[in-house]
């Protein structure tokens, strides 16, 4: 373990800016977090860019005494894979929400992913969109009510988990805006991963859609309702009375309590593994039917987007030489008028 | 092989004509642009000024033999200096009946038609919708008709190859070359080269290709249907190096030219669209000037790549053509509220939608100019020829940086397609671009305020990476000097002016007009790519005797200081365009100047002659 002290404290991160979220919003957490992780890293303000897409959480940048840009509304990683692809030293975080990055944005989402751009992505999911006064977003359940859904909203949601994984993300997280700890580690994490890491927080809005994410935030039900994972760790929750086990292709919850299943027996985590099948297994585990899983779903390595873009020209200047003006100009067939 | 002893000059007698138009057109497969192209690039080389324009279907392979997939290519070779790729045809080349029936109407009657006459069976009629054959039912009575049977011949003179008959059948425009090279006396050299280089790994097709071209070219030599070549002396241009260069190829160079200039690595954010989509190709081939080029998911993505490697310090780029550049509004709206320096590219094509995506228009001069939200003013630079192509990247850079705002290029199909002699730059005689950072700060200085201004009412262009300069920005609206996001009425109010006058600014850094031709009478105003026909029409209407005089502007946005003093020399002012009257609105709001339309949507450049007849009659 390192003895150094990192360089700044996390209000060193801290912009000069009041901060306009709702009293009581998740967001707050969020950002206390990011400070913390930030200065707990060591990293430093100038190379520290946060880049947003539009709604309540894209105001984070303001609130960060680094570079940042608020940019439009669904496109924060393409702003961010612009600058990456030219910056590739700077650490760039992109923050969006579940309207930002999986609705007006989910295509720029998507291609960011699978282009593994070395960024670290935090979708503030509040299922709502909460800067417009309360419409359904594309992660409200089939039901909600809301003003633009006055008898029900009708569209299935998006699981952002599913989505990552389906675009081949290298690394894809969850955790919960007041799971403090947690979500501490999940930001340092994501930090250290190289490649696009993904890390959706349960996040409240207390405005628009107060207490959606209760069940797994209430220290009463949080046991019974999230299932921590843990690499090649098995399954376990409630208190340790209860396990996953897998039937076929589908999880179970198994009772460990009678000491009739052996952990061994339980289904292991293995965040490292090839294939997303089980990581898309695990995201598929929804509340109420099963504990939610929060932590790292997948972490695998594959090369970077900007690396290679760089590495391209690297070898194009190594190859051919820096290019020069005069050899491009008399490139094939010319001729004199005397 | 030696092309000498392979391809001897005419025994025949050569007149020397002054100039000459050949078209070329056949099926979209069968390789007219090639064709086209190799008699550019050859023309080019024995000293002739040329000019192109290439015509072709949207479809990659239209159905064959259709009117619909008709694919042309016509030059302009002279031995004096020429703007346009010509009015009349001197000499059409029809390798089918439907390219036949569709080209006709712009041959001269004095012009020589030279048809595939083994392309006329009644299958190759029922497919052009002809009832009869027009080489024998007298629709040619009043042309010099050539009927050259050039599918057969191929066929014979490839079979040492060992080749299919549908491979043979390909080498066709290849005979059809070599009688045109020897028609108009063309090096056969430099179409040799091409043949080794573009077909290294296929030997067999390559050496069908160069027999076919020699059968062509012996075809000439010994039918009696020509009695005489024609030879094209080089013409008179400034001297210096030359070589050939396409409207896209041209801005590509002169991005990368630009990006050396001001010491910055290039960033292209792009997404595929006709007929932009060869700057992309060209830019990507050189890594090696630091270029990195990102074929974005979408319009979207392209753009908004782009401000973001214009936040890192990059000198970014996208391009595109209209229906891309009406995807990138609210992007480009970003970049202009950021103050960011970058380019924005539109190759403009026919509208609306996604309208005639492979012919030519000026139809999106509107939408550059006020198709944004709110109060978004850019400057608009349009290029007028392929080889000027250059010159305005580096302009357009270098106002970017200057003033730190987007800014726009306008090109549009004909010039990005076309071709013309360049005359290659000393690279030493390019103007440097100076670009400048802010520098690091400690934390004990005054804070850094990003929406500072200098005396240009540019903001600092300052990096992330930078100790001590860390900002944000973005969309809302920003408090001039510390850059923090401010709904202040008056702020806003100034915000919004100050932009607008910073674009107006432009104007001290801008070439004002200059007239060519006569100082009074009709001024024919002209923008964009039909530069080249109406400096053309306005010359010949001197040469007749009429008082016009040509202003051509380049910048569109702002206009040049002395545009309205100039205009109102003339007694009227007539505004050519392909479009319904753009940039007449844009004059007429302006200066309250009523000037007179000449609009053509037909996707094609206007004809010199067109030009002629309208100024005259505005004239006389």
């Known amino acids: 373990m390192s003895t150094e002290l990192p360089v700044l404290k996390d209000k060193d991160f801290a912009s000069d800016q009041d901060i306009r979220w709702c009293p009581g919003c998740g967001d707050y957490s969020i950002l206390a977090q990011m400070k913390k992780v930030l200065a707990s890293l060591g990293k430093n303000k100038e190379e520290t860019v946060f880049i947003s897409g539009i709604g309540c959480s894209s105001r984070f940048p303001y609130y960060m005494d680094t570079y940042g840009m608020h940019s439009i509304h669904g496109r924060a990683p393409a702003f961010a894979t612009g600058l990456k692809s030219t910056r590739p030293e700077l650490d760039i975080w992109v923050i969006t929400g579940d309207g930002d990055a999986l609705s007006i944005g989910g295509n720029h989402f998507m291609h ?115 299932v921590e994972l843990e690499h090649n760790k098995p399954l376990i929750f409630a208190g340790g009375d209860k396990g996953i086990r897998l039937n076929g292709f589908a999880p179970e919850v198994v009772d460990l309590s009678g000491g009739k299943v052996a952990q061994d027996d339980l289904l292991f985590h293995d965040e490292k593994a090839v294939s997303s099948q089980l990581a898309f297994l695990l995201s598929r585990m929804r509340h109420p039917e099963f504990p939610e899983p929060i932590g790292v779903f997948r972490a695998v390595e594959r090369p970077t987007y900007d690396s290679m873009i760089n590495q391209q020209v690297e070898q194009a200047k190594s190859k051919h030489g820096v290019g020069e003006l005069e050899k491009l100009f008399a490139g094939g067939d010319t001729w004199t008028v005397e | 092989m030696s092309s000498s002893t392979v391809f001897p000059p005419t025994s025949k007698p050569s007149e020397s004509v002054s100039g000459v138009t050949v078209r070329l057109c056949g099926d979209s497969g069968d390789g007219m642009q090639l064709l086209g192209t190799q008699l550019t690039n050859t023309s080019a080389l024995s000293g002739n000024d040329v000019a192109t324009f290439p015509d072709f279907p949207a479809e990659i392979r239209a159905p064959r033999g259709t009117r619909a997939g008709v694919s042309g290519f016509q030059v302009q070779f002279s031995a004096e200096e020429i703007f346009t790729p010509g009015d009349g045809v001197d000499a059409l080349v029809c390798m089918n009946p439907a390219a036949l029936v569709t080209n006709l109407v712009d041959l001269k009657k004095t012009g020589i038609l030279i048809v595939n006459s083994d392309g006329f069976e009644a299958k190759d009629l029922k497919l052009a919708k002809l009832d009869s054959n027009p080489l024998t039912d007298g629709m040619l009575e009043h042309y010099r008709t050539i009927e050259v049977p050039m599918t057969s011949m191929t066929r014979t003179a490839v079979e040492p190859t060992g080749l299919s008959t549908k491979f043979a059948d390909r080498c066709k425009n290849f005979f059809a070359m070599g009688l045109v090279f020897w028609l108009y006396g063309r090096d056969v050299e430099p179409t040799l080269r091409f043949i080794d280089d573009k077909f290294s790994k296929k030997p067999d097709v390559a050496e069908a290709n160069r027999l076919a071209l020699k059968a062509g070219w012996n075809y000439g030599e010994t039918t009696e249907h020509f009695a005489s070549t024609f030879s094209v002396p080089a013409a008179e241009l400034q ?12 801005l590509a160079w002169g991005l990368i030219a630009a990006a050396k200039l001001s010491g910055k690595e290039l960033f292209l954010g792009s997404y595929p669209i006709t007929p932009a989509s060869d700057i992309l190709h060209e830019l990507s081939k050189h890594k090696n000037f630091g270029v990195r080029t990102f074929q974005a998911e979408d319009e979207i993505a392209a753009v908004c790549s782009a401000v973001g490697a214009a936040f890192g310090g990059s000198m970014a780029i996208t391009t595109s053509s209209g229906p891309g550049i009406a995807l990138k509004g609210e992007g480009i709206g970003l970049g202009l509220i950021l103050e960011l320096p970058f380019l924005v590219i539109d190759v403009q094509r026919g509208g609306p939608s996604t309208g005639l995506p492979t012919k030519t228009e000026q139809s999106d001069l509107l939408m550059v100019m006020h198709g944004r939200n709110g109060e978004s003013p850019l400057p608009v630079i349009a290029a007028q020829s392929p080889g000027d192509c250059f010159d305005t990247a580096i302009e357009a850079w270098r106002i970017a940086t200057k003033y730190m705002t987007p800014v726009i290029i306008l090109s549009d199909g004909y010039i990005a397609n076309g071709a013309e002699p360049w005359r290659v730059p000393e690279v030493s005689s390019l103007e440097k671009i100076e670009v400048t950072h802010p520098p690091a700060r400690a934390d004990n200085d005054e804070p850094f305020m990003p929406y500072s201004r200098n005396e240009n009412l540019a903001r600092p262009w300052a990096v992330p990476g930078t100790p001590g300069l860390m900002h944000r920005v973005g969309g809302l609206e920003k408090q001039d000097g510390s850059g923090n996001v401010s709904y202040d009425p008056d702020n806003h109010q100034y915000m919004v002016q100050t932009r607008a006058k910073k674009v107006d600014m432009v104007a001290d850094s801008i070439a004002e007009v200059e007239v060519y031709g006569k100082s009074k009478g009709t001024l024919v105003l002209s923008w964009g790519g039909t530069y080249g026909s109406c400096r053309t029409a306005v010359k010949e209407s001197v040469d007749a005797g009429l008082d016009v005089g040509h202003v051509h502007l380049r910048w569109i946005s702002p206009f040049p200081k002395n545009l309205e003093a100039v205009m109102r020399g003339f007694d009227r002012v007539l505004i050519p365009e392909l479009n319904t009257g ?7 709001s302006k200066y309250l100047i009523d000037a007179i339309g000449f609009n053509k949507i037909k996707g094609k450049p206007f004809k010199v002659s067109e030009l002629v007849a309208k100024i005259k009659e505005v004239t006389v």
Not at chain 1, 120 to 139: A, D, E, H
Not at chain 1, 208 to 213: E, L, Q, S, T
């Open chain 1, 112 to 226: 960011m992913v699978r282009r593994n751009v070395d960024l670290n992505v935090i979708l503030f999911n509040n299922s709502i969109y909460g800067l417009t006064k309360g419409q359904y977003s594309p992660t409200s359940k089939v039901g909600t009510v809301t003003k633009s859904t006055p008898v029900g909203s009708i569209d299935q949601p998006i699981n952002p988990i599913s989505l990552a994984l389906a675009a081949e993300a290298t690394f894809v997280a969850r955790s919960v805006d007041t799971n403090i700890k947690h979500l501490r580690a999940m930001m340092q994490r994501a930090s250290e991963h190289r490649g696009t890491s993904f890390l959706e927080v349960y996040q409240n809005c207390n405005v628009f859609n107060d207490g959606i994410w209760d069940y797994a935030k209430d220290k009463a039900t949080k046991d019974d309702t999230t």
């Open chain 2, 582 to 588: 753009q940039l007449r609105l844009l004059i007429k």
């Open chain 2, 239 to 250: 001297p210096g190096t030359y070589r050939n260069v396409m409207g896209n190829q041209a």
